[in-house]
T-cell receptor
Framework: GNSVTQMEGPVTLSEEAFLTINCTYT??????LFWYVQYPGEGLQLLLKATKADDKGSNKGFEATYRKETTSFHLEKGSVQVSDSAVYFCALRGSNTGNQFYFGTGTSLTVIP | DTAVSQTPKYLVTQMGNDKSIKCEQN?????MYWYKQDSKKFLKIMFSYNNKELIINETVPNRFSPKSPDKAHLNLHINSLELGDSAVYFC?????????????FGQGTRLTVV
């Protein structure tokens, strides 16, 4: 079956620290992979995506590389800011999963000054 | 223009009432979804519609009924509300192009049943 497993939170970091949120997946076929971010009181917004192996998605200083050999899509940022405090969701979607998206459980990040 | 809009943003109601949440997308997408997010932020798919046809109907009580009058709208009607229905409900849409595109989410409806 299809599933996404991501690092449990909450994660608390100091401003300018390095961030890694781990995400691994199980899927048949070749899924697209996504990271979504949810700021307090808001809906989910796409942060970045990768549609095939070895693609790197990047946005707002965040990066994630689609690693087929390790079935991973870890999110990284070199220097976090207070404004990055949010919940981050890893997700997959593939052509043989129909229209369905599979989301991880979310990782809450708090960045303190 | 908001891509996926849902109303109302907040809904407080008493147990036993019937309520609806409306969702509209102006992206021209073929597929729309309803998700429930609990207090721990876990997202659970409830329904998925493709071109007005039900595709996914996960195990949710039959008090929940989606209605899709056209492919730009997917409304959620809930009968006989219970305390456990309190959650944030998100509408989303995506384009069905080989199933590889991202989903776009609405801002959510926070439902509180008292």
């Amino acid at each position: 079956g299809n599933s996404v497993t991501q690092m449990e939170g909450p994660v608390t970091l100091s401003e300018e620290a390095f961030l890694t949120i781990n995400c691994t997946y199980t899927a048949t076929g070749y899924p697209s992979l996504f990271w979504y971010v949810q700021y307090p009181g808001e809906g989910l917004q796409l942060l970045l995506k990768a549609t095939k192996a070895d693609d790197k998605g990047s946005n707002k200083g965040f990066e994630a590389t689609y690693r087929k050999e390790t079935t991973s899509f870890h999110l990284e940022k070199g220097s976090v800011q207070v404004s990055d405090s949010a919940v981050y969701f890893c997700a997959l979607r593939g052509s043989n999963t129909g229209n369905q998206f599979y989301f991880g459980t979310g990782t809450s990040l708090t960045v303190i000054p | 223009d908001t891509a996926v809009s849902q109303t109302p943003k907040y809904l407080v109601t008493q147990m036993g009432n019937d309520k609806s949440i409306k969702c509209e997308q102006n992206l021209g997408h073929d597929t729309m979804y309803w998700y429930k997010q609990d207090s721990k932020k876990f997202l659970k798919i409830m329904f998925s519609y493709n071109n007005k046809e039900l595709i996914i109907n996960e195990t949710v009580p039959n008090r929940f009924s989606p209605k899709s009058p056209d492919k730009a709208h997917l409304n959620l009607h809930i009968n006989s509300l219970e305390l456990g229905d309190s959650a944030v409900y998100f509408c989303a849409s995506s384009q069905e192009v080989g199933g590889r595109d991202e989903a776009f989410f609405g801002q959510g409806t926070r439902l509180t049943v008292v």
